[in-house]
């Protein structure tokens, strides 16, 4: 039974409401916990009081300890009145100021058995609401219990409530920065890698098809019609192949018939269609090129020097016959992967076009995995290096070419993964190079 993939859109709701529940709740929890462990009556005593009576207290001139009315302890008593404390020192010394509580009077010996505490007082003006804590001053530590400016508690709730709400606020922010893009990127993995595997189809590359398994159940629909389509569509792609070399086939049968009797006939007017029938014939086996192009693939090793003299070899009695000249220069020896014979008909229809559009020499030369053919002759205007590679484009429109053939050649590269590159020859003329991916290479990263 086939998995069924996950919705994309309950993928991205859902982990996206899990994430911010669990952060917002988390974020609740502590709020809760704080809230419950504050008792909301009473009024608090700020602990301000306790470092600002600690300061104050210093030996007189008997070496007795004192309380000093400093600055912030008059400013302090300014705004409460009803301020006092109480400390025991290290030494066991009592030094209080202003009006103790009695209920608090046998607590002041034993300071020193207590932490710390917050008291809350019970009724107005709250003046037994007081802070323990145990602090340094100029005569050392001591614990000190005071009472000055007292907070009511709905003062710190909100305190509290607006740092958890900034709290939250700052986490949700956080997590959605940082955890959204990463849920969604993970959630789209499929999808991309689907991507890429569209970006790899090319005519050159049928049979591809995009993998169904690794989108979201959303995008499968779309992947199945995608590959129905590519399936259509290669179907098509191989009855017009089938179609262009049964038809080109076919022709060469009545070609060579015609040929026959045209060379037999005496009568010019027939004669003069030898060159239109020579063009059909050689339009005939570059379509028949092209389908068994379709049908190799590379797997050879080739020497490319021997490849280059064989082809040159070859086609030096046509070019001795017309008073043309061909060499072979080896600039360093390369052995490609590839099928021979359709770089032999690349490398033959590159040197046929140098003699019939180039001037009287043609050099063949091999550099490693990259082979040029250049001529002496008029040169191919720069803004035509590309169009003349596109088929049934020629330069010269009565030219007795098919413009089959350096079409032919670019889809040989392609084959091969391979470039062409048609440049101006330094003395005049064209230089049209063949690379090849390097052996070691293969199969290159952009095949």
């Known amino acids: 039974m086939k998995h069924r993939q996950p919705s994309l859109k309950f993928r991205l709701i859902s982990r996206q409401l899990i994430l911010q529940f669990l952060t917002v709740a988390a974020a609740a929890l502590g709020f809760i916990v704080f809230i419950v462990s504050s008792a909301p009556d009473g009024m608090y005593v700020e602990e301000a009081v306790v470092k ?19 600055p912030e302890l008059a400013k302090l008593q300014e705004e409460s009145p009803d301020l006092w404390f109480a400390a025991r020192l290290s030494d066991t010394n009592l030094v209080t100021f202003g009006q103790v509580p009695a209920e608090y009077a046998p ?14 007082g019970q009724f107005e003006p709250f003046a037994l609401s007081a802070v323990v804590r145990q602090v340094a001053g100029p005569l050392g530590d001591m614990k000190i219990i005071a009472h000055g400016r007292v907070t009511p ?20 922010a956080l997590v959605s920065i940082v955890a959204t893009p990463m849920i969604v990127r993970r ?16 005519v050159g590359r049928r049979g591809i098809r995009l993998s169904e398994d690794r989108v979201p159940r959303e995008i499968g629909p779309l992947v199945r019609a995608v590959n129905e389509a590519l399936d259509r569509l290669d179907a098509g792609y191989d009855r017009q192949n089938r179609f262009i ?6 022709l060469r049968t009545p070609i060579a018939i015609l040929r026959m009797k045209i060379d037999a006939t005496s009568d010019k007017s027939l004669r003069a269609l030898s060159l239109d029938l020579s063009r059909l014939g050689t339009l005939s086996e570059q379509l028949l090129d092209l389908h068994r192009l379709d049908n190799d693939a590379p797997r050879d090793r080739i020497d490319l020097v021997a490849l280059a003299r064989s082809v040159a070899a070859d086609q030096a009695p046509l070019l001795i016959a017309v008073n043309k000249a061909i060499g072979v220069v080896v600039e360093q020896p390369g052995v490609i992967l590839g099928n021979p014979s359709s770089i032999e008909r690349a490398l033959a229809n590159l040197i046929q076009n140098a003699v019939e559009h180039g001037g009287d020499e043609v050099i063949v030369r091999v550099d490693g995995s990259s082979v040029e053919v250049e001529d002496n002759g008029p040169g191919i205007p720069g803004e035509e290096h590309e169009r003349v590679l596109e088929p049934f484009y020629r330069l010269r429109p009565r030219a007795s070419g098919t413009g089959l053939g350096l079409n032919l050649v670019k889809q040989v590269l392609d084959h091969h993964c391979g470039r062409v ?15 090849f991916p390097s052996i070691k290479d293969w199969p290159p990263g952009n095949c």
Request: net charge negative.
């Open 245 to 250: 070399a049964s038809a080109a086939h076919e």
């Open 153 to 172: 508690f709905t003062a710190l709730i909100t305190m509290a409530s607006n740092m958890v709400a900034a709290a939250i606020f700052l986490a949700l």
């Open 107 to 120: 607590l002041i010996p034993q300071l020193d058995k207590l932490s710390s505490a917050d008291i809350r």
């Open 421 to 435: 590159t048609i440049t101006a020859a330094p003395a005049g003329g064209t230089i049209v190079r063949l690379d």
């Open 187 to 202: 959630a789209l993995a499929g999808i991309t890698k689907t991507a890429e595997e569209a970006a790899r189809i090319d």
């Open 52 to 70: 600002v009576a600690a300061n104050s207290i210093v030996w007189d001139a008997a070496g007795a300890p004192l309380v000093k009315v400093t």
